[in-house]
C-alpha cells in the first residue's frame, strides 16, 4: 500500500470502552421492532403484475422518473447516516445507538431499493437525474458541515423532523398507489419511518432539556433552512424551482398521481407540507424550538388570513 493512502486512515484514537451497558431502553425497543420488522425488497413483493400492468409509456416514463426521485432521496440518508455512525462509534455511545443507526442506514437503503424496483418494473431507473438542475440540487440535501455545527443528539433530531414530514408525503403516496406492488413497497416504507420518527421523539425528550436556548434558535433555522434550500427545490414540492423545469416536473408528477403510480399532485404537496410543518412546529414548540415561517408556503397564506 502507498504511504498517502495509509495516511487517508483515520484511526480511533481511542478504541476502549466498548460499551455494551443498556442507557436508553426506549431506542433498545426500536431495535428490537427493526429485527422483527425486517422486509426484503426483492422477494417480500411482487414485481410481475406491475412489470405487466396495462399502461401507456409516458405514464410509465414519468412514474420512472418520479420513483428515480425517491430512489436518490432515499440513498441519500445513507452517506447521512455512515457519518452518524462513525461520530457515535468515536463518541463510545451506547450499543443501542449505534444498533439504531445501523438500522436506520439498512433500511434507507431498502428502501432505496423499493423505489428503484419500481422504477425498473415500469421502465428504466435513472441512475442520475436527466435536468441539469436536478443534479446540482440533489447532493445538496447532506451538507456535512451544517450537521457538524450542531451536537450530536441535536442534529439527529433536526433529521428526524424531516423524516416526519416526508413521512405525511409518502402518506398520500402510498394512499395513491393503486398499484400493489407501489402499495405495499409504501406499506413497509411508511413501517421503517414510523420508528425512524419515535426515535426523533425519543432523543428529544432525553435531551433536549440540556441544549441552550441559543442552540434550539440554531435548530429551528437549519430546519427551516434546508426546507427551502434543498427540499422544496423539486424534492418534497416543485415550489422553488426554476419556472421551465418546476413545468416539466410538475406535469410528470401530476401524471404520475394521475395513474396511481403512488406519487402526490403537485398542487397538493404545498398544503401536505403547510400542515406537516405547522404539526411539526407545535411539537418543536414544546422544547421551546422555534421553527421560523417558511415564506414560500406560509407566507402568502398567512398574510392573506
Ligand atoms: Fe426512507
Ligand atoms: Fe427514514
Known amino acids: 500500500m502507498q504511504s498517502s493512502m495509509l495516511e487517508e486512515v483515520i484511526d480511533n484514537p481511542n478504541p476502549y470502552p466498548v460499551v455494551a451497558e443498556p442507557r436508553y431502553p426506549e431506542v433498545w425497543q426500536l431495535c428490537l421492532q427493526a429485527r422483527e420488522l425486517a422486509w426484503d425488497p426483492a422477494a417480500d413483493i411482487d414485481w410481475e403484475e406491475l412489470k405487466n400492468a396495462d399502461l401507456p409509456p409516458d405514464v410509465r416514463a414519468a412514474g420512472a422518473e418520479w420513483w428515480s426521485l425517491r430512489a436518490w432521496m432515499e440513498h441519500g440518508a445513507v452517506p447521512y447516516g455512515c457519518e452518524r455512525l462513525r461520530d457515535a462509534v468515536f463518541q463510545h455511545l451506547p450499543f443501542e445507538v449505534k444498533q439504531h443507526i445501523c438500522n436506520f442506514i439498512a433500511e434507507e437503503l431498502r428502501h432505496h431499493e423499493a423505489s428503484f424496483r419500481i422504477a425498473q418494473a415500469l421502465d428504466d431507473y435513472q441512475p442520475e437525474p436527466r435536468a441539469d438542475y436536478f443534479k446540482t440540487i440533489i447532493p445538496k440535501f447532506h451538507d456535512e458541515k451544517v450537521e457538524k455545527a450542531m451536537s450530536f443528539y441535536a442534529g439527529l433530531a433536526v433529521n428526524t423532523l424531516f423524516e416526519q414530514l416526508s413521512g405525511e408525503l409518502l402518506q398520500v403516496r402510498y394512499e395513491n398507489a393503486r398499484f400493489p406492488a407501489i ?35 440554531a435548530l429551528g433555522e437549519k430546519f427551516a433552512a434546508k426546507l427551502r434550500g434543498s ?47 405547522g404539526r411539526i412546529r407545535g411539537e418543536v414548540a414544546e422544547y421551546d424550538v422555534p421553527i421560523p415561517v417558511i415564506p414560500e408556503i406560509e407566507g402568502p397564506r398567512e398574510a392573506a388570513e
Not at 419511518?193 to 441544549?211: K, N, S, T
Not at 410528470?252 to 403510480?261: F, N, P, S, V
Open 231 to 277: 427540499l422544496l427545490n423539486g424534492v418534497y414540492s416543485v415550489v422553488n424551482l426554476p419556472a421551465e423545469e418546476r413545468k416539466r416536473s410538475a406535469k410528470q408528477r401530476a401524471l404520475a398521481a394521475d395513474w396511481g403510480i403512488g406519487a402526490t399532485h403537485p398542487d397538493e404537496e404545498v398544503e401536505i407540507i403547510i400542515d406537516a410543518v
Open 183 to 217: 402499495k405495499e413497497a409504501c406499506r413497509l416504507i411508511l413501517r421503517d419511518e414510523a420508528r425512524h420518527i419515535q426515535f426523533g421523539r425519543v432523543i428529544m425528550r432525553l435531551f433536549f432539556a440540556d441544549i441552550s436556548k441559543d442552540e434550539k434558535v
